[in-house]
Nanobody, 124 residues
Framework: QVQLVESGGGVVQAGGSLRLSCAASGRTFSGYGMGWFRQAPGKEREFVAA????????YYADSVKGRFTISRDNAKNTAYLQMNSLKPEDTAVYYC?????????????????WGQGTQVTVSS
């Protein structure tokens, strides 16, 4: 059993920055790959970024490359998403998730555990 709780969402102006955190508890956090997804009203939940269980590999959606950075601190049982140069199209509920599989980091069906989500709103 793994519990995930996101925090750090809020309202920011376009061009601003925000840092999301995902605190994990329960079983061994270091054994899971971590991903961030987002869902805007009326749209499907989409992949944003992922990081392998060792932190050696990272993956990003084309829409956020160069602006967002995913990281993790296994000693603190926490994953992060640093978001810079935010755009109104980034507005969504952001979810963190954990997976015990490899090679399917952009597919939401590969993730076994999900947080409750945190709202990010970017004003123009």
């Amino acid at each position: 059993q793994v519990q995930l709780v996101e925090s750090g969402g809020g309202v920011v102006q376009a061009g601003g920055s925000l840092r999301l955190s995902c605190a994990a508890s329960g079983r061994t956090f270091s054994g899971y790959g971590m991903g961030w997804f987002r869902q805007a009203p009326g749209k499907e939940r989409e992949f944003v970024a992922a990081i392998t269980w060792t932190g050696a590999g990272t993956y990003y959606a084309d829409s956020v490359k160069g602006r967002f950075t995913i990281s993790r601190d296994n000693a603190k049982n926490t994953a992060y998403l640093q978001m810079n140069s935010l755009k109104p199209e980034d507005t969504a509920v952001y979810y963190c998730a954990a997976t015990s599989t490899s090679g399917y980091y952009s597919h939401r069906v590969a993730y076994e555990y999900w947080g409750q989500g945190t709202q990010v709103t970017v004003s123009s």
